[in-house]
């Protein structure tokens, strides 16, 4: 399964949440007092929750929900995890090895359960599958509060924002603003820095190859894969198709003229692989980045509105901007 497939599977787990909730709430005069720094209420892919205190056996589903919630000092409130596409940073390894693994990919709904979570992260919308019993409505039902990455469900925002904004607003979900603040100071300095050091420098033409080999599974103009290519001097040559993700032809490829491929990596097709099928096709020989050999590499880990995309745009620059280490 692409990575494509995997993020846009289930759209339809993004339904707003009825007000009606589940069991009988208490009453005000008996309701518990709220924690420090809370209520806090958030919208989110068309779901409004109201928290009053910080959730405290989250179950994160899919790598970069993992890893904010571990960015964040946030592993004792994490009761398992689920779906990772690459091995965590080397700073979460201690923290990830003490937790659960739920299940290798997504859990089933009794899976989900018997892990006994009051909050679930899922970082793709396949991780709230409605066929599986685990739409947002569903686990709702079932007491247990939810978030979606909202690289799925915002529209018309800079991708880049949205990293700011999933991190400050999954700090305040669990009373750690001060460190998703924190963070998003780092990240804008991070990406400052790259910003800088490309000014003045003419983008290059990149053509991201995800996998495919009739047609080539690729990158469109909206998304966080595209602007982190415009953000490290790239100019994304397949722009112009306003998806995320997108099938081109390979006619389309050579006539676009890439200078540059950006090889997403995942999945059990080495890089290697990728390279000899681009290389080795006659149609490609006159493409720029296939006649002189240029070629970046992207873990599909950190394409992605997570943790990892300040410092992964300013290791593309350096790939597509090899000057810039001089």
Excluded at 142 to 165: F, P
Aim: glycine share 8%.
């Amino acid at each position: 399964m692409s990575w494509r497939t995997r993020a846009a599977l289930v759209a339809a787990a993004l339904l707003p949440l009825t007000a009606c909730g589940t069991s009988t709430a208490p009453t005000a005069d008996k309701a518990a007092p709220a924690a420090p720094g809370f209520p806090y209420m958030v919208e989110n892919c068309g779901v409004r929750t109201t928290f009053t205190k910080p959730p405290a056996r989250a179950l994160p589903m899919n790598q970069h929900a993992t890893e904010v919630l571990l960015e964040l000092g946030l592993a004792k409130s994490v009761t398992g995890t689920a779906y990772l596409d690459d091995k965590v940073l080397p700073k979460y390894a201690k923290d990830y090895a003490a937790l659960p693994v739920v299940a290798k990919e997504y859990p089933s709904k009794e899976k989900l359960l018997a892990a006994n979570p009051d909050f679930v992260y899922g970082g793709y919308a396949s991780a709230f599958d409605p066929k599986q019993g685990r739409s947002r409505e569903d686990l709702k039902k079932s007491g247990i509060e939810s978030r979606l990455n909202i690289e799925y469900c915002t529209k018309g925002s800079s991708a880049v924002d949205d990293i700011y904004r999933e991190v400050t607003e999954t700090g305040r979900t669990f009373g750690v603003g001060a460190r998703a603040e924190a963070w998003v100071s780092e990240a804008r300095r991070i990406i400052g820095d790259t910003e800088k050091r490309l000014k003045g420098v003419a983008p290059v033409d990149v053509f991201a190859y995800d996998s495919g080999d009739k047609t080539a599974s690729t990158t469109g103009g909206k998304g966080i894969a595209n602007e982190m290519i415009t953000r490290a001097g790239g100019r994304n040559v397949m722009a112009d198709v306003p998806k995320s993700f997108t099938d081109a032809s390979w006619e389309q490829v050579v006539t676009r003229k890439p200078e540059v491929i950006m090889i997403i990596d995942y999945g059990s097709t080495t890089v290697e692989q990728k390279k000899k099928r681009l290389l080795e096709d006659p149609a490609l020989k006159d493409v720029p980045a296939v006649r002189n050999k240029r070629f970046a590499v992207m873990p599909l880990s950190e394409l992605v509105v997570g943790v990892r995309a300040p410092a992964a745009i300013e290791r593309l620059a350096l790939q597509l901007h090899p000057e810039l280490k001089k």
